[in-house]
């Protein structure tokens, strides 16, 4: 394989990539070229939602071909475009054969939750300080772990301790990794639902081992009142979820929300106004958890 490296201002990175994949390229990727420095640029964006941007002030773009005449052919052709003012090729570059499984696995290593909490995948062993572990490796569905709101969502459910006979919906389940956090805290009637019929398959593999009890399927497998509600979702579907999501809380129960960014805390009270106070209980990295009793 080798990678065809080239630097375009932000204004060009989308033809320039959408001219990549005409030429045939097996992947094109964009980075902010001046990453690591004061000129470094913060772009936020949500998962299925537009890019804020197309690419940074200054990007570099990264496509992959699979012999090195085949890049340094793309590369001609580009250079002889008139978008193409503006932008210049870095060069070709041979990428190195690899052990891509196990390059993957050195990407996932144990995760805190707390201090005796941990997220640990099947490779590696378990820190001596856990008295509590998922055992997680990295899938097609969402939630590993690794990001903020799936660490809020766990570190609450942890701050409650012991969950004997509190009944839980994990509404969006993912991997189902929340879900295996409150079975491993004690609760026992366990639903998780999600959309996607990946995500409940990977939900119960999942569970089984981590040797816990779930019931796992499609959202209309939720039914009754919950002690518990936990939706690690995006801000958007939670306000349209609103009255479904209260409407699973039991009296005095807990409804953890998260998959929201800080900036959209107004809204989301404004949405479960009718039916919740949500207060921002947990923060990190720009997300916030927020909760409320029923």
Not at 106 to 126: D, G
């Amino acid at each position: 394989m080798f990678e065809l490296r080239l630097l375009a201002p932000e204004d060009t990175v989308e033809i320039v990539s959408d001219a990549l994949d005409a030429l045939d390229a097996l992947s094109v990727s964009v980075e902010d070229a001046d990453a690591q420095t004061d000129a470094e640029q913060a772009l936020f964006g949500e998962p299925g939602m537009p890019p804020p941007k197309e690419g940074w002030q200054h990007s570099r773009v990264i496509a992959l071909f699979a012999t090195e005449d085949a890049a340094r052919e793309a590369a001609t052709v580009l250079a002889a475009q008139d978008f193409f003012a503006g932008c210049s090729v870095i060069g070709v570059v041979d990428v190195p054969e690899q052990d891509w499984v196990r390059l993957t696995q050195s990407q996932f290593a144990p995760v805190e939750i707390t201090p005796e909490f941990w997220i640990v995948p099947t490779w590696h062993e378990p820190p001596q300080q856990a008295r509590q572990v998922i055992r997680l490796d990295p899938g097609l569905a969402f939630g590993t772990g690794t990001h903020p709101t799936t660490r809020m969502c766990l570190r609450w459910t942890a701050s409650r301790g012991d969950l004997s006979g509190q009944r839980v919906l994990d509404y969006g389940c993912g991997s189902g990794i929340l879900a295996i956090g409150a079975a491993k805290f004690g609760a026992r009637d366990i639903d998780a639902v999600d959309i996607d019929e990946a995500a409940v398959e990977s939900t119960r593999l999942n569970a089984d081992a981590n040797g816990v009890h779930l019931h796992a399927g499609l959202p209309e497998a939720a039914n009754g009142r919950y002690d518990i509600v936990l939706a690690n979702i995006l801000a958007t579907p939670l306000k349209v979820l609103a009255p479904l999501l209260c409407g699973y809380v039991a009296p005095g129960g807990s409804l953890v929300l998260a998959g929201i960014l800080d900036r959209q805390a107004d809204e989301l009270k404004q949405a479960y106004a009718p039916y919740a106070s949500l207060e921002v209980s947990d923060s990190e990295d720009g997300w916030i958890l927020m909760t409320a009793r029923l």
